[in-house]
């Protein structure tokens, strides 16, 4: 089985080498029990007249793993008309049910990436994120606009959760 190996860069071992010191190694199923990475691309159907679309989810790949997002890229993609702004809604769904959200808007084709400072307002205390739902409104009658956003999340396991239904 492959194994990784955590190092500590620009250490020199006694001998003179500057080869990196190895710290901890650790299997695949070591580093799939610590939690792994989950990159998600949803492109939620825009809504129209300041109302949201159908929200597109993303979940953990493991029911017993929780999400904690650390960036996110939205991109919006199209013809704006004029005085159209388009808005996209990410949403913490939590294991207790409740939610937390954060906005971004736009008025002409382009990206932004969010971090973790951006993404900070859906953490919480004492609540564990099951879902991330992506919606997206526009404020015009109509739109051509076309929204996509990433999110990069780390999945954690933290043993039997309870079952949440939405």
């Known amino acids: 089985m492959p194994k990784i190996r955590l190092t500590k ?26 939690g792994t990475i989950n990159v998600s691309t949803v492109g939620p159907l825009t809504g ?10 993303i979940f953990a ?16 993609q199209g ?21 937390s959200s954060i906005t971004r808007s736009a ?3 382009g990206s932004i990436t969010l971090d973790t400072a951006d993404l ?6 004492d609540k ?9 409104a526009s404020s015009a009658p109509s739109t051509s606009v076309n929204t996509i956003v990433t999110v990069y999340s780390l ?3 933290l043993g039997q959760l309870p079952q949440v239904v939405y």
């Open 9 to 34: 860069h620009g250490a020199t071992h006694a001998f003179g080498g500057s080869d990196p010191i190895p710290l901890y190694s650790l299997d695949a199923t070591q580093i799939r029990s610590l």
């Open 48 to 57: 129209t007249g300041g109302q949201y679309g159908p929200p597109s989810p």
């Open 61 to 76: 790949m493991d029911p017993n793993r929780v999400l904690v997002p650390l960036a996110a890229t939205l991109t919006w």
């Open 79 to 99: 013809t704006f008309s004029a005085g159209e702004t388009v808005t996209i809604m990410i949403t913490a769904r939590y294991h207790d049910r409740s939610i």
């Open 107 to 109: 008025t002409a084709p």
């Open 120 to 125: 900070s307002r859906l953490y919480t205390h």
């Open 128 to 136: 564990f994120i099951t879902r991330i739902d992506v919606a997206a």
């Open 155 to 157: 999945e954690i396991y």
